[in-house]
């Protein structure tokens, strides 16, 4: 009568102790602003592990925001690595527009997405906090040249991923700064 609840119980703890990879912890990556998650929507198909490399430097002249973060994935057979796509987030005087063909980002963020890059702008306020002058700071992702898709529905599926990776970093960017 009593071993059935001790057995359920057993196996309720088993569950929580030994979690499978769907419910691994993610790790953040490019200064905190992207989930593993959402970096590893953009892939070239080779497969691979996701990494990222981050470095932060004063902008050109007298802008003062310059952040990179290159996202590589590990080769199966060797310790390189590839890269797949750079996310750049900077300050910046100009709006540059919209590129050919690009769609609209959605969801309240302004910028747009392209099946190989995608920009977002942040908030006004965003530029301040952050100590530029400037009046954009933007969040830039370009995919290397293997990363490109053929075919309708991979140019569709490829900006939809562009869009969620920088609406997710820019959003991020925007939480962190209080903006």
Same mark, same amino acid.
């Given at each position: 009568?009593? %071993?059935?609840?001790?057995? *359920?119980? #057993?196996?309720?703890? @088993?569950? *929580? &102790?030994?979690?499978?990879?769907?419910?691994?912890?993610?790790?953040?990556?490019?200064?905190?602003? &992207?989930?593993?998650?959402?970096?590893? &929507? =953009?892939?070239?198909?080779?497969?691979?592990?996701? /990494?990222?490399?981050?470095?932060?430097?004063?902008?050109?002249? !007298?802008?003062?925001?310059?952040?990179? +973060? *290159?996202? /590589?994935?590990?080769?199966?057979?060797?310790?390189?690595?590839?890269?797949?796509?750079?996310?750049? =987030?900077?300050?910046?005087?100009?709006?540059?527009?919209? %590129?050919?063909?690009?769609?609209?980002?959605?969801?309240?963020?302004?910028?747009?997405?392209? #099946? @190989?890059? #995608?920009?977002?702008?942040?908030?006004?306020? +965003? #530029?301040? $906090?952050?100590? $530029?002058? %400037?009046?954009?700071?933007?969040?830039? &992702? $370009?995919?290397? /040249?293997?990363?490109?898709?053929?075919? %309708?529905?991979?140019?569709?599926?490829?900006?939809? !991923?562009?869009? @969620? *990776?920088?609406?997710?970093?820019?959003?991020?960017?925007?939480?962190?700064? /209080? +903006?």
């Amino acid at each position: 009568m009593f %071993a059935l609840p001790t057995v *359920v119980a #057993a196996a309720t703890l @088993t569950l *929580v &102790l030994w979690p499978g990879d769907d419910e691994r912890p993610t790790r953040s990556l490019c200064f905190g602003t &992207l989930s593993e998650t959402t970096a590893e &929507l =953009i892939d070239d198909g080779k497969g691979g592990e996701i /990494s990222s490399q981050e470095w932060e430097r004063k902008g050109k002249g !007298d802008l003062t925001v310059m952040k990179t +973060c *290159v996202l /590589s994935r590990g080769n199966p057979d060797s310790t390189t690595k590839r890269g797949v796509y750079s996310l750049i =987030i900077e300050d910046t005087r100009i709006d540059g527009g919209q %590129a050919k063909g690009a769609v609209p980002l959605g969801n309240g963020m302004t910028g747009w997405a392209t #099946a @190989t890059e #995608a920009v977002a702008r942040l908030p006004a306020a +965003c #530029a301040r $906090s952050m100590g $530029s002058t %400037a009046p954009y700071i933007t969040v830039t &992702l $370009s995919k290397s /040249s293997g990363v490109e898709k053929h075919g %309708a529905e991979d140019q569709d599926r490829a900006v939809r !991923d562009s869009a @969620t *990776v920088v609406r997710e970093s820019a959003a991020n960017l925007a939480r962190a700064e /209080s +903006c």
